[in-house]
């Protein structure tokens, strides 16, 4: 985050009658009424700044350097992979910017192509036999994989009968909110000492009732569940099905595989895993593999290959349905292949060995500084560290952002007290992660000294402390210029 000048004017206020930075043309053909109707037309014009073109690009500018971002500076957020995404992945995606989902399949073909070897290696890639790429999302991936499990259940002629999913207490949010609006019970089981899920626990939820066990391994804590075997098998004996959370699969890409550890449907994060930038709010995807006994249930459509033809197949009786329009966010799908072919299978797993290595090395540079681990014992791709004495962990992410270095995940998850959630990821360097260790033990160093100094933090960040339960009990989410104006009017009235 680079310090920037309180007194940068905003587009508005730049605004000059009658500038302009760009002359759109003439329109030719039939005027717009005829063309759009006249009820899409607008009554009077829409209130927009009037600005030069340097304006303009100083407005964005300056706007982006209020912003921290990966190309700034390093971002170790726990379960969100905050990691570098090389760019020649956006040129990938942008030669596919031209192709409209509703062109015909046969003008298309070398984009379907792509989709369906895409599906083909991450079905690899996971050890499942079939994939759907058209998810939005992590969560929108758990929803089209929980459905396809209660339409498993029903085919079967227990829908009625199996009530409840089992999901462990550490469990992202994402995993009881999807259960719950599919329909479930959640049944929850506790994480035991060693940072694994408490398999006698777990044993004890699993019965007659139980549609699913839903499961992140390695787990949000960053520790690989050692008995995933035997709790799949223990699942399937009472007829459950086992789902994994593979939204943070570079912990194990290239290196071992859900369906070979027994889970039933797993969904991957192409924005965390598989190269597309995330954080900022842009398009997601959660592409979702099963194995063959739950493919009937997929949602349509289907792209096949029929000899040398890839063909969208409509007609899916048993679907869940379509949990997306057209074949899901394409550009996204396109930066993933891009991804995968440009690594192939040793620069996947070569992938996953830095992950851990990098969280490994900083968590022991962090016991250097003080901190102590919640789980101590080696780690996958993020650990969870707590501050040292009576130090709060808020306080210390909030110190760091003058560092020009983004905090940690921040008290998740909630079984660990005072939770730091570290995830470096394998594109950081060793001095960048030395960097960091270091800072952070700067920091801490001062605010056991300095507690006035600490309340205050931070004093370079274009914004300090934000009342964060005014943001979410009144957020403010749509910005008009018209209230800007009246805000700024009534703060030279006070
Ligand atoms: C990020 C994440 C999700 C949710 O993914 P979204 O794309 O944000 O919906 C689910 N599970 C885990 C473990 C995650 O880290």
């Known amino acids: 985050m680079t310090q920037t000048r309180e007194d940068v004017p905003l587009i508005f206020e730049r605004s000059q009658p009658g500038r302009r930075g760009v002359t759109p043309p003439v329109t030719e053909g039939a005027p717009l009424e005829t063309l759009l109707g006249r009820e899409h037309l607008r009554s009077e014009p829409p209130r927009l700044p009037e600005v030069s073109e340097l304006d303009l690009v100083r407005h964005y500018t300056n706007l ?53 070897h895409l599906a083909r290696d991450l079905s690899e890639i996971t050890g499942m036999d079939q994939v759907t790429l058209q998810p939005a999302a992590g969560a929108h991936g758990e929803l089209t994989g929980i459905l ?30 999807t259960a719950g609006m599919v329909g479930y019970d959640v049944v929850e089981v506790p994480t035991g000492e060693d940072g694994e899920v408490d398999v006698g626990a777990l ?19 960053g520790i690989f569940e050692g008995r995933i075997l035997e709790i799949a098998e223990a699942a399937h004996a009472v007829g459950a099905q086992v789902y994994y959370d593979g939204a943070n699969l570079n912990a194990i890409v290239g290196k071992a595989r859900p369906g070979d550890m027994g889970f039933d449907v797993v969904h991957l994060n192409l924005h965390k895993t598989f190269t597309t930038p995330h954080g900022g709010g842009g398009p997601g995807t ?50 993933a292949y891009a991804y995968i072919r440009s690594l192939g299978p040793d620069g996947l797993a070569d992938v996953a060995e830095k992950a851990v290595l990098n969280a490994n090395y900083l968590r022991k540079r962090l016991e250097e500084q003080g901190f102590s681990m919640a789980y101590d014992r080696t780690c996958m791709h993020e650990f969870v560290a707590q501050p040292p004495g009576e130090l709060r962990t808020l306080d210390l ?36 992660l030395d960097a960091y260790a270091e800072a952070l033990g700067r920091v801490t160093r001062r605010a056991q000294q300095d507690a006035e100094w600490l309340a205050g933090a931070p004093y370079m960040t274009p914004v300090r402390r934000l ?18 104006v009246d805000a700024v009017q009534g703060e030279a009235a006070d």
Request: contains cysteine.
């Open 64 to 116: 982006a350097h209020r912003q921290f971002s990966i190309d700034g500076n390093v971002y170790p957020l726990g379960s969100c992979t905050m990691k570098y995404n090389p760019k020649v992945h956006e040129e990938a995606a942008s030669l596919f910017s031209d192709v409209h989902p509703e062109q015909d399949d046969g003008s298309v073909q070398g984009t379907l192509g792509l989709l369906w």
């Open 148 to 177: 396809m499990i209660r339409a498993f259940h029903e085919a079967n002629g227990e829908g009625a009968q199996r009530r409840t999913v089992i999901v462990p207490d550490a469990a992202h949010g994402t995993n009881p909110a």
């Open 203 to 221: 044993r004890a939820a699993l019965g007659p009732d139980t549609a699913a066990v839903m499961l992140t391994n390695p787990s949000t804590v």
């Open 286 to 335: 959660g592409p979702v593999g099963v194995k063959a006994h739950l493919a009937p249930f997929l949602p349509g459509p289907v792209i096949e290959r029929e000899g040398e033809r890839y063909v969208v197949q409509e007609d899916r009786p048993n679907s869940v349905g379509r949990m997306r329009s057209h074949h899901g966010n394409v550009g996204n799908l396109v930066r």
């Open 397 to 432: 992410a909030k110190a760091l952002l003058d560092e020009g270095m983004h905090p940690m995940t921040v008290y998740f998850p909630l079984v660990v007290k005072e939770a730091m959630m570290v995830e470096p990821t394998e594109t950081e360097a060793l001095e960048t």
């Open 467 to 484: 009342d964060e339960v005014l943001a979410a009990r009144t957020p403010i989410l749509r910005w008009t210029p018209s209230e800007a």
